[in-house]
């Protein structure tokens, strides 16, 4: 068995061991405690001793709308770029000091973040935390990297080009926000990303990683003095603001149009949405309950009782809220045989009027509310994703004591709140975009 292969073996049971088993905590009885290090960065912390671990989630503001204009994906290669050699490491090496020491690190990107997380064993916390400053301060971004990275990520993007999800998001991202940052593909196109080059993306890494635009959480056997120092270490000698970009708040375009493309594949894609309700808005909660009893995942929605239950015309149908920061949405998405597509669609479109325009009934509101408190504990279940929770909190701005006020927040929406938002989700219509080879189903404008 070679070197290699051992060190991956070593590293695999070291997380599953590590990770996967780590005990539950109660979300009610979970305290999470601010932390502001000497340098004055704050972190959120639950502090669990009951394993050696530690798990760290950070974001800094500034994702893809922060891409050059014509360079989109230029974040998208930051992320994928960053653990290909930093400081006195190259590739190889760093590489080969994230698999000696079981550390887990990656970096992602959205329209509006730029995300990393990091596991690591509590006794090679000094090396693995460095491994992150390494990455975060002093990414070497060198063109050898940059054009095997450069390949990888083409490679994908070629692939999509036959995907009818990915064409169908597409087609739906740059119709309903034509002109605006949130139009370009987090992960560029197959024109821009070989302009993308190396100062680029050191530009990127200048104007985003910034301390002001820092949120971290933190989950493990770790104390808050101790995660004061990592704090400034791992961040402290990042430029305290940046210059991001001004992006503009935008509503869906085209709601009410219906775009379908031909693609010789033997599903179609549907992705439908609009405008929703801010995360910040008073009425969130009431559109979350909405949205939960209409298409949100559970087996017992109106979209998969009638489209798929009754009727068999798809296998899975779906309903979210998606909160950009400077437009949230409402969407569902499906894909179901070329045959049935006119018939799901129109059946997804029924459904949604019926619900914006009558609301659901106590009984669905009573029974959401009941499912929606019970699962919000299996968001807790592992200290990656506490971290990532604890994150998302910081990042939709609602507050420390969140988790313990949720179910009071829940419990306090009324069916006359429900009846009253579910007309504000997609009050223009929802702009739906179809790739496949669907029967009797043509595109058509807003008012065709």
Known sequence: MSHTMRCLIAFAFAFVAAFAVLPAQPAAAMTIKRVVSPGGIEAWLVQDSSLPLIAMNFSFAGGSTEDPDTKSGTAYMVSSMLDEGAGPLDSKAYHQQLEDNAVELSFSVNHDYFQG????????QDKSFELLRLALNEAK??????VRVREQVLSALRRETTDPGSIANRAWWSTAFEGHPYARPNNGTLISVPTITEDDMRDYTRRVFTRGHLKVAAVGDIDPETLGKVLDRVFGALPATGTLREVADVTVHDTGRRIVSQLAVPQAVIRMGGNGVPRKDPDFMAAYLVNHILGGGSFTSRLYDQVREKRGLVYGVTSYLTNLRHSPLFMVSTQTSADKTREALELIEQQVAQMVADGPTAEELAKAKSYLKGAYALNFDTSTKIAAMLLQIQI???????IEKRSALIDSVSVEDTRRVAKRLAPTGLLTTVVGQPKNLASKEPRG
């Not at 939709?396 to 969140?402: R, S, T």
């Open 117 to 124: 997380s990091i596991k690591l064993l509590k006794d090679r």
């Open 141 to 146: 971004f060198v063109p050898d990297a940059t």
């Open 396 to 402: 939709d701005d609602v507050g420390i004591d969140y």
